[in-house]
């Protein structure tokens, strides 16, 4: 009873194996594979055993078909699995054909006038040694030894190729798996050579077949028999519209879908475990979301695949966002093109402003026959003294001045004198020196021009240009000292704005001619600023005014050259 109680143990070893796919759900086509050989084998030792053990030769006859139908099982889904897992090419209408040839073969068993014509006439004897029925062929047909030298020569080159790829292959965990399969293709080589060339009296193929499963089936049992590709099929091929490229943990090359290698061709060329192309790389390992292939542009996703919480390799799937992007892309040029109106309909609206409030001062101005051009001329001094300050840019840290600060005042400066607005005509047209009286109500321009300011800019939107030009009209007749008006404010309490227009204000009336004196020379004009400093002047932004000399004597070179032809301010 030896021979049975083999049988009987063989055919746990594929039942082992069908339960343990089934239990770590492993459901990839290598999977799928595995299991019809597993249960090719189970079926091939069930039908043995039952044949063994029959009492009579119809129930033998029985068993024998069921042999040979696990046998064509075994064979056809063990070879494809081996051909898969090890990424070679078939032609799949080679596999077509041998499919057909196998089911072609199992039916010819299942006829006894076909077996007759291309197997052979079976019959079946007890071998008194093991005590068993064995099938015997009379009249063997060569188809039968044909289809098993063609077996041997695949799996022999099959076993060769699985043996180089094996020493070529840097992964610990892959080179165990094709170990073990190689350990079951020799096993498997080993039967049916003994099945074709030898006769050992009894049929130990089906036990040599459940035997080279064993070491595959113990893997599979541990949860380690499936590498890093089949970790990666039930995420990846639920997503096969997309490309997608499964790496080992070191981004050696796996796997990849049709759509991953048409988009990058190198991965046609790579063998398993070889560097993937840096164009790839890049996407495994980049930080960022969205990509562009040429005219396709993809969001990325990487996940990493682990088995018993061990990181063995990578996924990447890329969805198809081209549709999504290009509407991005005309949404931003849109948007860029509405930004683009918006500036110019703010920079035309700012252009109004400026010309208002160049408007509104000029009128002031014409009503003082006394300071023709002074409004303008500030407005230039200004820029001038910005523009020294701005050489030095740790001095202008240092006074806590920026550039778009020092704009503003310039651009408020032709402001600072709107509150004479208020002041009678009389007044403001006086060719002399003006009584007390009279001087008391000229000092009110600076709160009134605050006053009018306040109301006619509530509009702008640009606030510190707001203050500035508020604090400028009212404070640029203050002294550093705390003696100018309207609010006597000394030191740093007078805005640094109203400080530099101070100092504007005061050189061009110096420099200027009026209807009530000459204009000062430039000597003149800076010894009493730098005699004003500390008591009139601001001594720090005073000391720096003086060092724009040259740059001052020049622009009003230029601008008496330009008002030569200008009638001078007109007195009544």
């Known amino acids: ?197 030898a006769d050992p009296g009894i049929d130990i193929m089906p036990m040599l077949c459940a035997l080279s499963l064993l070491s595959v089936v113990i893997s599979m049992m541990t949860d380690s028999f499936f590498g890093v590709t089949d970790s990666g099929h039930e995420w990846i091929f639920k997503q096969m519209e997309n490309p997608y490229i499964i790496t080992d943990s070191q981004y050696g090359y796996l796997d990849a879908n049709a759509h991953a290698k048409a988009l990058f061709p190198a991965l046609e060329r790579l063998h398993q475990n070889e560097r993937i192309p840096d164009e790839v790389y890049v996407l495994f390992t980049a930080s960022t979301t969205h990509f562009s292939v040429g005219e396709e542009a993809f969001e990325r996703k990487v996940t990493e695949l682990k088995r018993h919480s061990s990181l063995v390799g990578y996924g990447l799937l890329l969805e198809d966002d081209t549709e999504q992007q290009k509407y991005v892309r005309l949404l931003g040029s849109y948007n860029s093109r509405l930004q683009s109106e918006v500036e110019e309909k703010t920079q035309h609206i700012r252009k109004v402003q400026d010309s208002i409030i160049t408007g509104m001062a000029s009128v002031i101005e014409s009503r003082d026959n006394s300071t023709g051009g002074h409004i303008r001329r500030t407005s230039t001094v200004v820029r001038v003294f910005a523009e020294e300050l701005e050489e030095d840019p740790e001095r202008m840290e240092q006074l806590g001045l920026t550039h778009q600060f020092l704009q503003a005042v310039a651009k408020a400066a032709p402001l600072h004198d709107l509150g004479k607005i208020a002041i009678n005509d009389t007044i403001l047209r006086k060719p002399g020196k003006f009584t007390d009286e009279e001087y008391a109500e000229m000092k009110k321009h600076p709160a009134e021009g605050a006053r009018v300011l306040a109301e006619i800019l509530n509009e702008v939107d640009d606030e510190e240009f707001v ?65 004003g400093l500390g008591t009139q002047f601001d001594p720090v932004l005073g000391k720096l005014f003086l060092e724009c000399r040259e740059r001052l004597e020049k622009t009003y070179a230029d601008l008496n050259s330009g008002e030569a032809a200008q009638p001078s301010p007109a007195c009544s």
Not at 47 to 52: D, E, H, K, P, R
Not at 166 to 184: F, I, Q
Not at 468 to 488: S, T, V, W
Not at 498 to 507: E, H, Y
Request: charged share 15%; glycine share 4%; with cysteine.
């Open 467 to 531: 203050r500035i030009a508020i604090n400028i009209a009212n404070f640029h007749h203050e002294r550093y000292d705390g003696k100018g008006y309207p609010a006597q404010r000394s030191g740093e309490e007078i805005p640094i704005e109203a400080r530099i227009m101070a100092l504007a204000d005061v050189f061009d009336a110096l420099v200027s001619k009026r209807c009530y004196k000459n204009a000062f020379t430039f000597d003149d004009a800076f010894r009493i600023i730098r005699e």
């Open 1 to 197: 009873m030896l021979i049975p109680a083999l049988t009987f143990a063989a055919i746990l070893i594929p039942f082992a194996g069908v339960i343990a796919l089934l239990h770590n759900k492993q459901y990839s086509e290598n999977s799928v594979r595995l299991m019809m050989t597993s249960i090719g084998c189970l079926i091939m030792n069930i039908a043995s055993f039952i044949m063994q053990t029959a009492d009579s030769e119809p129930e033998a006859g029985v068993a024998i078909r069921f042999v040979y139908l696990g046998n064509a099982l075994f064979y056809y889904f063990f070879l494809t699995f081996l051909i898969s897992y090890l990424r070679l090419k078939i032609p799949q209408v080679i596999l077509t054909l041998w499919a057909a040839f196998e089911i072609g073969v199992s039916i010819i068993h299942w006829s006894t006038s076909a077996r007759e014509l291309f197997i052979g006439h079976y019959y079946f004897v007890r071998n008194e040694t093991f005590h068993v029925f064995t099938a015997q062929i009379a009249n063997q047909s060569p188809i039968y030894n044909t289809r098993n030298i063609i077996l041997l020569c695949l799996l022999t080159g099959l076993l060769t190729y699985t043996v180089i790829v094996m020493a070529r292959n840097k992964l610990v965990s892959e080179r165990h798996n094709l170990g073990r399969l190689a350990g079951a293709q020799f096993i498997v080589i080993g039967a049916l050579a003994v099945d074709t060339f």
